[in-house]
């Protein structure tokens, strides 16, 4: 049984429970291990998944593992699949996923990039037919953690309109940073919408409202209820046309990088997968400043922390920087999860 959050559903919202890590990843291990994973696949696929719930991303970890699962059982993830080189031109290699699991192949492209940074000061490797990567923050956090600077980015299919339109001809085209700071890392991870479809469903779920407007509703109107949005599937591009601008130039990019397919001709499939991907690593190692990097990124955030807030008592943060604090409340107490969503889980 799979549980799809984005059905209309009667949830007591007020039924949260929490789940500690280990037994969240193992739960996820089981069920990928009864879909044919083999065990190393199984035990990575759900530490992905397993942290980025941890992390406080449950619209791409714990509420959208269940659409994973049903995406194996449709076969669009070919879960024996390896991803394989395809070309290289100097520190660029273009990688064919062959529909394997997003998230496995994009935490072996995201590592061929460090190798070739490693040798070049800069790699880069795009890969087509490949599958959802959750939740692409994953990678920049890996890569900046091991020293590298992270730029990353996939194509979706039409999922957001073009500014001006009705329709959606555009993706919402995550795109990821990631620089090295101290023991941690500053990392933002975006959708070219102001809210991504993962973060609003998950919103929809809690019964909550956005809170900031997210899109506009069947009536043309701006509004804050993702429910409306996601029926009218006209979700707000940020920057208004400057996100539009910046989503196309994205998924043209990442299909002539990886030779893979283009929003527009994802949408012609019954479903999102083949996406393209883009994996930049940068070894900031090399570069002539490097000793003083650390001081630099340092003395740019506290003047950043040195800001008024607009609201009394608020603190102004760094991307990335709620994170570690939900990392660590969660591993102490357990990662929150609506009863129903779990149960449905256990069940699959």
């Not at 959802?132 to 600077?149: C, L, N, S």
């Not at 500053?186 to 019964?207: C, H, N, P, R, W």
């Not at 909550?208 to 804050?224: D, V, Y």
């Not at 760094?318 to 999860?337: F, H, S």
Request: one cysteine or more; charged letters at 20%.
């Amino acid at each position: 049984m799979t549980f799809n959050y984005t059905n209309k559903v009667k949830i007591n919202f007020n039924m949260n429970i929490k789940i500690p890590f280990p037994e969240m990843k193992s739960e996820f291990k089981r069920i990928l291990l009864n879909h044919k994973f083999n065990n190393e696949k199984a035990d990575k696929c759900a530490e992905i998944f397993a942290t980025n719930s941890l992390e406080g991303i449950y619209s791409h970890g714990v509420y959208r593992f269940p659409r994973f699962v049903e995406y194996l059982k449709k076969g669009y993830i070919n879960v024996d699949a390896e991803p394989e080189l395809v070309h290289t031109a100097g520190a660029l290699e273009q990688w064919e996923g062959n529909l394997g699991p997003g998230p496995l192949n994009a935490e072996i492209c995201g590592n061929r990039a460090m190798e070739i940074a490693e040798k070049n000061g800069i790699g880069c490797v795009a890969i087509g037919n490949t599958n959802h990567w959750m939740r692409g923050g994953t990678y920049g956090w890996q890569a900046a953690k091991k020293g590298f600077v992270f730029i990353g980015w996939t194509n979706t299919e039409k999922n957001m309109p073009a500014w001006g339109a009705k329709n959606g001809h555009l993706g919402n085209n995550p795109l990821v940073f990631a620089v090295p700071f101290g023991d941690e890392a500053i990392v933002l991870d975006f959708a070219m919408t102001q809210f991504s479809y993962g973060k609003m469903e998950a919103v929809e779920l809690e019964g909550k409202k956005l809170p900031f407007a997210g899109g506009f509703n069947n009536n043309g109107e701006l509004t804050t209820n993702p429910g409306e949005i996601l029926e009218a599937r006209r979700p707000l591009p940020i920057g208004f046309w400057k996100g539009a601008g910046l989503s196309l130039l994205l998924d043209i990019l990442a299909t002539i990088l990886s030779a893979g397919l283009s929003t527009h001709k994802l949408s012609e499939l019954e479903a999102e997968y083949g996406v393209s991907q883009v994996f930049i690593a940068i070894d900031i190692k090399k570069l002539s400043n490097f000793p003083a990097i650390e001081n630099t990124i340092a003395d740019i955030i506290t003047d950043l922390k040195e800001s008024t807030p607009a609201e009394t008592g608020a603190e102004i943060r760094y991307p990335g920087e709620r994170v570690v604090q939900t990392r660590a409340d969660n591993l102490k107490d357990g990662i929150p999860v609506i009863k129903k969503v779990w149960e449905e889980i256990l069940e699959l």
